[in-house]
Nanobody
Framework: QVRVVESGGGLVQPGGSLRLSCAAS????????MSWYRQAPGKEREFVAG???????RYGDSVKGRFSISRNSALSTTYLQLNSLKSEDTAVYFC?????????WGQGIQVTVSS
């Protein structure tokens, strides 16, 4: 069974930073592409950032220059560094693993940016 578990969310003031982690485990042929999405209340889920095994990254327009995605050497864990946070970054952040033609989602973690 494949598990995808996010951690590191919480409450932070505007302008602050936070680091999210996403750990994948289970029977996988490879760890494929790992991505972060977010969903704010009343809005659709949007792409935040993604990273492939070779290290190539991609970011959503709203977070470019502020967020950074990375991955551990085993490729099983991805990190999302959130800097210069704004109130509009408040959302539930989800991690997704794409591997072997299937997608595995975490349950999501809340990030709240507020003074």
């Amino acid at each position: 069974q494949v598990r995808v578990v996010e951690s590191g969310g919480g409450l932070v003031q505007p302008g602050g930073s936070l680091r999210l982690s996403c750990a994948a485990s289970g029977r996988l042929s490879s760890f494929g592409v790992m991505s972060w999405y977010r969903q704010a209340p009343g809005k659709e889920r949007e792409f935040v950032a993604g990273i492939v095994g070779g290290g190539d990254t991609r970011y959503g327009d709203s977070v470019k220059g502020r967020f950074s995605i990375s991955r551990n050497s085993a490729l099983s864990t991805t990190y999302l560094q959130l800097n210069s946070l704004k109130s509009e970054d408040t959302a539930v952040y989800f991690c997704k693993l794409a591997s072997g033609g299937r997608e595995y989602w975490g349950q999501g973690i809340q990030v709240t940016v507020s003074s």
